[in-house]
């Protein structure tokens, strides 16, 4: 996986005090106990208010000290699928020499990007004791069952020991992105026959004496012009004269994908499902591509917003498709037609083109033809011409099924040597 974690500079803020609900009963009883001490002038009671206030402030102090001089750093994987249980650790280092710090709780503030900061989600991590100069760790698990942009906002690091009286914190500000790609099925062995049909279909094989880095093929004798590079030393010795090495060059051509995430405005939960499962089988075809396609690959994207990826195929490029894949929204009005149009103009007339839509091929055309479009449509042939696969359909049973197992990132136990594994950038 790469990096989706762009941490920024760590702001702390002040630290704050405030009485719990266990301290304000307690200051209740101290009232009472000083107010009839007073009224009644009996000293025993002066003295036993005396004696409970002790405490109150002890707890203060124990608590101010234990959030002081404390360095926290939070590894998350880079990203992850829906349906993933991912584990979020915390390394906390006490920096002080002398006094232990106790009872540290660690609260973090979890929120997708279409939620409101104040629906944010609250997740405790605890720490019962870190000695001086040392590092203790705490760890939560987040399950994301959908996928989006996700964002760990403001944490907050406070304690309350050893009485529960005061609760002293401060707010740490290390707020990162946390992607969350959709959730990846399984492609069934009729998908597998389409797209291996489909690769045959767009490569073209040249025999030639090429480069190293071309795919060896076998062994002829020499031709002048013949790269001295090319000379199999080996066969030259045992047969006494020149023979060079020769090598496939494979001729790539283009392969293009368009998802059209179509639903109408009013739309039910089945057809929220269904622009789900559109998403889920796109995700798992673009991440399984890879494997399949050594050319240049097309990729478009319809949805309220319309992108095209044009490139080789690369870790790098999977990374951003599925980024986008995370954040896409169904619409009712998209660009379908601009982005089959483009993606035709960038492939070879051979590429195949696969559409993987939640309406059938006859729906959309139907539409083209009730707006008064389909005469002026560029794109009527991209249309026609490609392989249409309609979400909930039996075509698409036969070729896909969505995993629904969780599926649980990182686990293991807690130990310095892991947490410096999981930091930002050391997933891949």
């Known amino acids: ?254 392969f293009a994908i368009v998802l059209d995430l179509w639903q109408s405005d009013q739309s039910t939960p089945a057809d929220m499902e269904t622009a789900e499962l559109a998403v889920s089988f796109a995700a798992t075809v673009i991440a399984g591509v890879r494997q399949k396609v050594k050319g240049n690959i097309a990729i478009g994207l319809c949805g309220q917003e319309s992108t095209i990826h044009i490139s080789r195929v690369t870790h790098e490029f999977t990374r951003v498709v599925l980024t986008e894949l995370a954040d896409i929204q169904a619409a009712s009005q998209n660009n379908l037609g601009v982005v089959l149009e483009a993606v035709g103009r960038s492939s070879s007339g051979n590429a195949p083109l696969i559409v993987i839509s939640t309406r059938s091929r006859a729906a959309y055309l139907a539409e083209l033809e009730s707006a008064g479009e389909l005469a002026d449509s560029h794109s009527w042939a991209e249309v026609l011409q490609a392989d249409w696969v309609a979400v909930n359909t039996t075509e698409f049973d036969e070729l896909f099924t969505l995993q629904t197992k969780t599926i649980d990132t990182e686990p293991g136990p807690l130990t310095p040597a892991r947490f410096d594994s999981l930091l930002p950038g050391s997933l891949n």
């Open 1 to 254: 996986m790469n990096n989706q974690i762009t941490p920024t500079k760590s702001r702390r803020s002040r630290r704050y005090l405030r009485i719990t609900r266990e301290g304000w009963s307690y200051i209740f009883i101290l009232c009472f106990i000083i107010v009839g001490s007073v009224l009644q002038q009996i000293n025993l009671l002066v003295m036993l208010a005396g004696l409970m206030i002790a405490p109150l402030l002890f707890n203060w102090r124990i608590a101010m000290n234990s959030i002081f001089q404390l360095q926290l750093k939070r590894a998350v994987p880079n990203w992850a699928h829906a349906g993933q249980t991912v584990l979020v650790e915390w390394e906390v280092k006490n920096l002080r020499s002398m006094l232990p710090a106790w009872g540290v709780k660690i609260t973090d503030s979890i929120r997708r990007n279409d939620v409101a900061e104040r629906r944010a989600t609250s997740v405790d991590a605890i720490i019962a004791q870190i000695n001086p100069n040392q590092t203790g760790f705490a760890a939560f698990r987040c399950h994301f069952g959908q996928r989006g942009i996700y964002y760990f906002e403001e944490t907050k690091v406070s304690s309350k020991f050893p009485l529960g009286l005061v609760l002293a914190w401060y707010h740490e500000r290390q707020p990162i992105s946390f992607v969350v790609a959709p959730r990846l099925g399984t492609l069934t062995e009729q998908w597998r026959r389409k797209i291996e049909s489909a690769a045959v279909g767009m490569r073209s094989t040249v025999r030639r004496v090429g480069t190293s880095h071309d795919e060896f093929f076998g062994l002829r004798p020499w031709r002048s012009g013949d790269s001295r590079r090319a000379i199999h030393w080996r066969s030259t010795a045992k047969q006494g004269e020149l023979i060079v090495k020769q090598f496939d060059q494979h001729t790539d051509r283009d």
